[in-house]
């Protein structure tokens, strides 16, 4: 049985709805991977973020317009991660309209440059892993950031660039409401979140939603910078919103409970870098640092902090590299030695690969296996179902769905491949 928990965070956060946040605006939860907003005003309506496919964003079209047929008079991409501005031509509908977005906007949907040196195919089976792209909906279950069942069709299909790039703090007319653009990097550099005092909507873009933040995404992202996404969440609370529309899970109600959800992350987000650093001055290894930096209980409990998405664990080891780089300052990973060499003398100290084998198949401690596995694939011993059984396994423990994916994904192909 999968995780219980990450279950009922699918089902909590990712049933299809739209959600009334304020007279005039609404929100789309559940119909992408993304949520997408309208703003209602005089003649037109506003689209912020548009949703990872063209499928999901005609689907959340149909659905706005039972509410307000308006034209939609202009776009706001808060940043600019493909499961939020791959819908955007559907809401366009062929029109000329301005889409608006940050000046440090630079989507990862524009052609790869092949001038640079990048490990782009590791990355591209990354990406695919931790989402589950191929896994069926079922094995899925979610994304730790939305519903694992959603429409696919379309898929990265309707990005359109942004037609005027934001360089500062401002105030602009949507039709006659009145918004705030405010930078706000966090999850990305890029962020660009709107504020509509008028109604008190504050639409956060990714900066927070309800799980453990993905300070560092297994897919392989450079340093989140987590004293700038820290800081960003302090001026998040501090606007006073009476409603906040994430870019991810459901909108959260009150002024007392968006501090609430924002200032706990924002400490969770705090301790994270504090106790890394300590141990990091101890002198321990990013293996250590990795399973010994935890949240405390009282941060812990908190439904909103549950490692769905993010896990405290990874982030860890993202400051810890982020500030210091990989060597942890023991001599020893200087000269760190190959999975070969090391799997030879793994190999000859339990008495040769069969006394290996028969360890790792008699373990009880799944990691052991995987680790053990590993050294016998390097030496080309048969342990890849073995291997995959174990992944298999803990996938079905894991409360954090891009692992979840990731063990299920990697496992099928490790069982393909044999
Ligand atoms: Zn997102």
């Given at each position: 049985m999968p995780n219980a928990r990450l279950i009922e965070h699918n089902k909590t956060q990712f049933v299809k709805e739209i959600v009334e946040l304020a007279s005039g605006v609404w929100g789309a939860v559940g119909f992408a991977a993304s949520c997408q907003y309208m703003v209602e005003g005089a003649h037109s309506v506003t689209i912020i973020d548009t949703s990872e496919s063209t499928k999901a964003a005609q689907n959340v079209l149909d659905e706005f317009r039972q509410r307000c047929d308006k034209p939609v008079g202009r776009i706001i991409f808060t940043h600019a991660h493909r499961d939020h501005?791959?819908?955007?031509?559907?809401f366009l509908g062929g029109r000329d309209i301005p889409i608006l977005a940050s000046k440090g906007f630079k989507s990862d949907l524009m052609a790869v440059d092949e001038a640079t040196i990048a490990p782009n195919k590791a990355l591209g089976r990354r990406t695919m892993a931790q989402f589950g792209i191929g896994l069926s909906g079922e094995e899925r279950i979610s994304l730790g950031c939305g519903p694992g069942d959603r429409p696919m069709d379309g898929l990265g299909a309707g990005f359109v660039p942004p037609t005027a790039l934001i360089e500062g703090d401002c105030d602009i007319d949507l039709d006659g409401v009145h918004a705030r653009l405010i930078m706000a990097p966090g999850e990305t550099p890029d962020h660009m979140i709107v504020w509509l005092p008028d109604s008190g909507v504050l639409i956060g873009g990714d900066n927070w939603y309800h799980a453990f933040p993905n300070l560092y995404a297994i897919r392989g992202t450079p340093y989140r910078d987590f004293a700038v996404w820290a800081k960003t969440l302090d001026q998040m609370a501090n606007i006073g919103a009476k409603v906040l529309g994430p870019g991810h899970t459901r909108p959260v109600f009150g002024v007392e409970q968006i501090r609430e959800v924002l200032?706990?992350?924002r400490e969770a987000m705090v301790h994270v870098m504090r106790e890394t650093a300590k141990m990091m001055d101890e002198g321990a290894s990013l293996d250590d640092i990795g399973a010994g930096v935890a949240l405390p209980d009282h941060l812990a409990t908190k439904p909103w902090l549950g490692e769905f998405y993010g896990k405290v664990?990874?982030?860890?080891?993202?400051?810890a590299v982020g500030t210091l780089g990989w060597y942890d300052g023991n001599p020893t990973h200087l000269g760190a030695m190959s999975d070969h060499r090391r799997a030879v003398h793994t190999a000859q100290l339990a008495g040769g690969t069969d006394a290996l084998m028969k360890a790792a198949?008699?373990?009880?401690?799944?990691?052991?296996?995987?680790e053990l596995c590993d050294h016998l694939i390097t030496l080309e011993q048969p342990a890849q179902s073995l291997k995959a059984e174990a992944m298999i396994a803990l996938a079905e423990t894991e409360i954090n769905a891009?692992?979840?994916?990731?063990?299920?994904?990697?496992?099928?192909r490790l069982i393909d491949a044999t």
């Open positions: 501005v791959s819908g955007a031509s559907v200032g706990t992350t664990g990874w982030s860890a080891r993202a400051f198949q008699e373990t009880d401690d799944l990691q052991w296996r995987l891009t692992a979840r994916n990731t063990y299920l994904w990697e496992a099928k």
